[in-house]
């Protein structure tokens, strides 16, 4: 049975993969800085799963502690989910993102090959594909192009790493997973997205919005060629993303894997304001303002490759989204 590392398995979608690996009987240990999660993840997950898993506080980029984690571990697979996140963020700081990302992974790819692992999951993203000049991408289409933020470029030029890794032995597996829009929680709402800082994307600003941290949502443009006028995502349900991980991960062959992790399904962002509203019978303050550089009106996933290679759907949708994370919100 694979014995697993999850890099960022404090985070938010590594703590529930972390939580249904351990659901399904896989050990896994966690590294992770806690640059962006709390320490009480780990309660949350032994609550949640009975197990505590063992933690690692350590930076990526500390290439000594990662080898020596490794040389203790006997880990057969990586699920790597550590890096930096924030799209504007990365803008404003190009340096940062590409060494944490960049050079984190590189160290990371480093101690697999010098204890013999030979299979990692990558957390890529849906940005990989720049602006596709369609709603829909498949994993076919062009990878890099327009890509406009450092963030991006990292996602893009991991993935290119990755695959130059595969080439190079034809024993390695790497699957490379593009998230689109994850939300939601656990259902039992102990553990969710909570980002240290100001949050960026549109979930933990509604949540924030709701606890009165911040005082309206700023609806980035309603003037798009939509249904409504707002942008279009592809809103996927953090525990279905987990769930991916795991199939993909018991699935894996020899060279590289590339799969969109989405419902195939859009919501504007109004929708996504009606859900919580009806989900949590509040209302929720916005006013409509500019758009947002770089957004696409419309971003949806073809996940009709991972149904058929994986055997993975969605199965929640994003009133099941809302509903758990008003139970996480209210605690
Ligand atoms: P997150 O910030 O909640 O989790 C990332 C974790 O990595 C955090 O716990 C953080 O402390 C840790 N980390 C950061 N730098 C580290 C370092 N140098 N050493 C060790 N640990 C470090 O983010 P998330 O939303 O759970 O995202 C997980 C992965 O999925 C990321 O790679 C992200 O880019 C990717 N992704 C996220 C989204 C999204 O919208 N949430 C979409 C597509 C892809
Ligand atoms: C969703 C929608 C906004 C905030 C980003 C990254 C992508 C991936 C997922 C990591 C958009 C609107 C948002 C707000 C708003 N992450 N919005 N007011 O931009 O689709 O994707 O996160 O890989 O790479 O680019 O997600 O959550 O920022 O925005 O109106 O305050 O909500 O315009 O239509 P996005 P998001």
Redesign the pocket.
Known sequence: MAKVLATGGMGYIGSHTVIELIKKGYEVEILDNLYNSKVEVLDKIEQITGVRPKFHEADMLDSEKVDQIFAEGNFTTVIHFAGL?A?GESVEKPLEYYKTNIDGTLNILKAMKENNVKHIIFSS???VYGDPHQDTCDESLPTGRELT?P??KT?YMIEEILKDVAYADKDFKVTILR????VGNHESGLIGEDPNGIP????P?IMKVSKGEIPE?????DDYDTRDG????DYIHVVDLANGHILAMEKSQPGVSIYNLGTGNGTT?FE?IDAFEKASGEKLPYKVVGR?AG??PI?TANAEKAEKELGWHAERNVEDAMRDTIKFLRG
């Open positions: 996140k799209v993203s849906a940005t933020n963030y991006g996602k998230y689109f829009n994850p960026n994307n549109l979930m600003i949502l700023s609806v980035f443009g707002s942008c279009i995502r962002v996504m947002r957004d696409l971003l």
